[in-house]
């Protein structure tokens, strides 16, 4: 290729010459280049935050915390990382995952193949010299013929659609984007617009420390118990010593983690049974009670059985019968919306302090200067926390240009809604690769499993071509319509399409609605992928080097 790992790059007139540029340092983006570097390539990344971590170097709110076991949401490429850190409790906070990011960037020299604090601002192809060239914020210019969009599903914050947000004279904190400096609620007004999971997690934190909490509550969310605990030291030691089963057994699992499940369905067992069973999945918290029957998102009837479990948990904790009347989710699936973990979320509203305001009877109309104004009238603020969520799965590669052949761009392909093949690669769009990309699962399975895996993929994808002398890859549009319509099928049979969720694209105004995620299990996505390489990649087409650049 152009450059020995390390090495500066070759250039070509202003532009500095890569293999492969990558988009992206968390998860996704630390892994391409450590595999793509280990494959003796000239690799860049670029990340807009100033250091490693994804969506965990900017989500510093109060109360962030993974909700999927640390053992689980960790690197599994390297034995080295696996049995040298050691994670403290089972569902890590965001400093700990923070300082994981860290640890594994050092441990691997990472850090120096990455510009940080840079954006990304146009990726075109180069038809005539088959490769892409890439330009960041800082006017600079790089060229490989390969480049990688870490970008991650969830990466691109989303504003609240209410009038006069720029009017607001307290402080005003967007959960995404949290500042790096302590943050003070005591005495303070404080409001939090979103009840999703980071606002959960904001309520209960900031509930006992502030003056008064304001939660302004449009849809509410389905939360269960997280039963967070510490990792006892001979715990970890079995976890070291059967890590390789473990990550076997994730990635046969549907969700590509260690989350129970079940093969049970609902009502193959009796009304006394099913309680039983529910009551148990309540009490060993975390996702359990998702796992505990086979069929909750794909019968109605079983599925509403559990909400109606679930809402009755909250008349146990909530004293108040009017608040938590007004905390139960209607409308909609349990688990149609992303499930959410708590430690005393229901139990921060038996606080004096702590105030419910129902925006489907009370509708927030604008933000002023002194705070928020619903139907009812003014509450006034000291503080107002954003926690609305992401435009989700294509926000990221629609907020820049992405060029493909002909003058395309990524926003005009994807006008009627994100459509790729596998989720991997665009028609239209050569040697761009997307990790957890839009239509693959994504959001519905272990994102550390996803990246891993879509990396391996696109360096085997990538070895293929050097070997057989090519120069540039795009799936067909037959390949990409057929992925297209079994995705659209597997939706159909799934309840998580009747939610009004960033899953289908609802939480953004004027997106195409639809759910374009993989629903078929992780195991299942990874043998299309598999079948599509080894069926001789018959499903891409292929372009040796252009004369005129061959001579």
Same mark, same amino acid.
């Given at each position: 290729?152009?450059?020995?790992? +390390?090495?500066?790059?070759?250039?070509?007139?202003?532009?500095? !010459?890569?293999?492969?540029?990558?988009?992206?340092?968390?998860?996704?983006?630390?892994?391409?280049?450590? /595999?793509?570097?280990?494959?003796?390539?000239?690799?860049?990344?670029?990340?807009?935050?100033?250091?490693?971590?994804?969506?965990? *170097?900017?989500?510093?709110?109060?109360?962030?915390?993974?909700?999927?076991?640390?053992?689980?949401?960790?690197?599994?490429?390297?034995?080295?990382?696996?049995?040298?850190?050691?994670?403290?409790?089972?569902?890590?906070?965001?400093?700990?995952?923070?300082?994981?990011?860290?640890? #594994?960037?050092? !441990?691997?020299?990472?850090?120096?193949?990455?510009?940080?604090?840079?954006?990304?601002?146009?990726?075109?192809?180069?038809? @005539?010299?088959?490769?892409?060239?890439?330009?960041?914020?800082?006017?600079?210019?790089?060229?490989?013929?390969?480049?990688?969009?870490?970008?991650?599903?969830?990466?691109?914050?989303?504003?609240?659609?209410?009038?006069?947000?720029?009017?607001?004279? +307290?402080?005003?904190?967007?959960?995404?984007?949290?500042?790096?400096?302590?943050?003070?609620?005591?005495?303070?007004? #404080?409001?939090?617009?979103?009840?999703?999971?980071?606002?959960?997690?904001?309520?209960?934190?900031?509930?006992?420390?502030?003056?008064? &909490?304001?939660?302004?509550?449009?849809?509410?969310?389905?939360?269960?118990?997280?039963?967070?605990?510490?990792?006892? $030291?001979?715990?970890?030691?079995?976890?070291?010593?059967? *890590?390789?089963?473990?990550?076997?057994?994730?990635?046969?699992?549907?969700?590509?983690?260690?989350?129970?499940?079940?093969?049970?369905?609902?009502?193959?067992?009796?009304?006394?049974?099913?309680?039983?069973?529910?009551?148990?999945?309540?009490?060993?918290?975390? &996702?359990?009670?998702?796992?505990?029957?086979?069929?909750?998102?794909?019968?109605?009837?079983?599925?509403?059985? =559990?909400?109606?479990?679930?809402?009755?948990?909250?008349?146990?904790?909530?004293?108040?019968?009017?608040?938590?009347?007004?905390?139960?989710?209607?409308?909609?699936?349990?688990?149609?919306?992303?499930?959410?973990?708590?430690?005393?979320?229901?139990?921060?509203?038996?606080?004096?302090?702590?105030?419910? #305001?129902?925006?489907?009877?009370?509708?927030?109309? @604008?933000?002023?200067?002194?705070?928020?104004?619903?139907?009812?009238?003014?509450?006034?603020?000291?503080?107002?926390?954003?926690?609305?969520?992401?435009?989700?799965?294509?926000?990221?590669?629609?907020?820049?240009?992405?060029?493909?052949?002909?003058?395309?761009?990524?926003?005009?392909?994807?006008?009627?809604?994100?459509?790729?093949?596998?989720?991997?690669?665009?028609?239209?769009? $050569?040697?761009?690769?997307?990790?957890? +990309?839009?239509?693959?699962?994504?959001?519905?399975?272990?994102?550390?499993?996803?990246?891993?895996?879509? =990396?391996?993929?696109?360096?085997?994808?990538?070895?293929?071509?050097?070997?057989?002398?090519?120069?540039?890859?795009?799936?067909?549009?037959?390949?990409?319509?057929?992925?297209?319509?079994?995705?659209?099928?597997?939706?159909?049979?799934?309840?998580?399409? /009747?939610?009004?969720?960033?899953? #289908?694209?609802?939480?953004?105004?004027?997106?195409?609605?639809?759910?374009? &995620?993989?629903? +078929?299990?992780?195991?299942?996505?990874?043998?299309?992928?598999?079948?599509?390489?080894?069926?001789?990649? !018959?499903?891409?087409?292929?372009? /040796?080097?252009?004369?005129?650049?061959?001579?």
């Amino acid at each position: 290729m152009n450059a020995e790992p +390390g090495q500066n790059p070759a250039t070509t007139g202003s532009a500095r !010459r890569l293999d492969v540029i990558v988009v992206g340092a968390g998860f996704g983006g630390l892994y391409a280049i450590h /595999k793509y570097r280990e494959m003796g390539l000239a690799v860049q990344g670029f990340e807009a935050g100033g250091d490693v971590g994804g969506v965990w *170097y900017w989500n510093r709110y109060p109360g962030a915390r993974v909700d999927l076991p640390s053992i689980c949401y960790s690197y599994a490429f390297s034995r080295e990382v696996e049995q040298e850190w050691t994670w403290s409790e089972y569902f890590a906070a965001q400093p700990e995952l923070l300082a994981y990011f860290n640890f #594994v960037a050092d !441990r691997l020299s990472l850090r120096k193949h990455f510009k940080f604090n840079t954006r990304v601002t146009r990726a075109a192809w180069d038809e @005539e010299r088959q490769l892409w060239v890439v330009t960041t914020d800082g006017g600079e210019t790089f060229e490989a013929p390969y480049c990688v969009m870490a970008t991650g599903p969830l990466s691109v914050p989303k504003d609240p659609e209410i009038p006069g947000l720029d009017r607001f004279k +307290g402080e005003l904190y967007r959960a995404a984007r949290w500042p790096h400096h302590p943050v003070s609620y005591a005495g303070k007004r #404080v409001g939090v617009l979103g009840t999703g999971s980071t606002g959960i997690q904001i309520v209960q934190e900031v509930g006992p420390k502030a003056g008064e &909490l304001f939660v302004l509550q449009r849809t509410p969310s389905f939360t269960m118990p997280m039963r967070n605990r510490k990792l006892e $030291p001979d715990y970890v030691a079995e976890v070291k010593r059967n *890590y390789a089963g473990l990550r076997q057994a994730a990635l046969n699992s549907p969700n590509g983690g260690l989350r129970p499940a079940s093969t049970r369905a609902f009502f193959s067992v009796t009304p006394e049974e099913r309680q039983k069973l529910m009551e148990d999945g309540w009490r060993n918290g975390g &996702l359990a009670m998702l796992g505990t029957f086979s069929d909750l998102l794909a019968n109605a009837e079983a599925n509403e059985h =559990v909400a109606e479990f679930v809402r009755g948990k909250i008349d146990e904790v909530v004293k108040d019968p009017v608040t938590a009347e007004k905390l139960k989710p209607r409308g909609y699936p349990i688990f149609a919306r992303r499930p959410c973990l708590d430690s005393s979320y229901y139990e921060t509203y038996n606080l004096p302090n702590v105030h419910l #305001v129902d925006c489907q009877t009370d509708p927030i109309l @604008e933000i002023t200067e002194k705070g928020v104004r619903t139907a009812s009238g003014e509450i006034e603020l000291d503080m107002l926390i954003l926690a609305t969520g992401y435009d989700g799965l294509t926000g990221a590669l629609l907020a820049f240009d992405v060029v493909g052949r002909n003058g395309q761009t990524v926003n005009q392909k994807w006008k009627d809604g994100a459509r790729s093949y596998l989720g991997l690669m665009l028609e239209g769009f $050569p040697n761009l690769f997307m990790t957890t +990309g839009p239509n693959g699962p994504a959001a519905l399975a272990n994102i550390v499993r996803i990246s891993e895996h879509d =990396v391996d993929w696109f360096a085997a994808l990538m070895t293929h071509m050097k070997e057989h002398g090519l120069k540039a890859v795009e799936p067909t549009k037959q390949a990409e319509d057929a992925w297209m319509a079994l995705v659209a099928s597997l939706a159909d049979r799934t309840l998580l399409s /009747k939610a009004k969720t960033w899953y #289908v694209g609802a939480n953004v105004k004027d997106k195409p609605l639809g759910l374009t &995620l993989f629903t +078929g299990g992780f195991p299942k996505y990874r043998e299309h992928c598999a079948a599509a390489a080894t069926n001789g990649y !018959r499903d891409f087409s292929f372009e /040796k080097a252009h004369a005129a650049v061959a001579a």
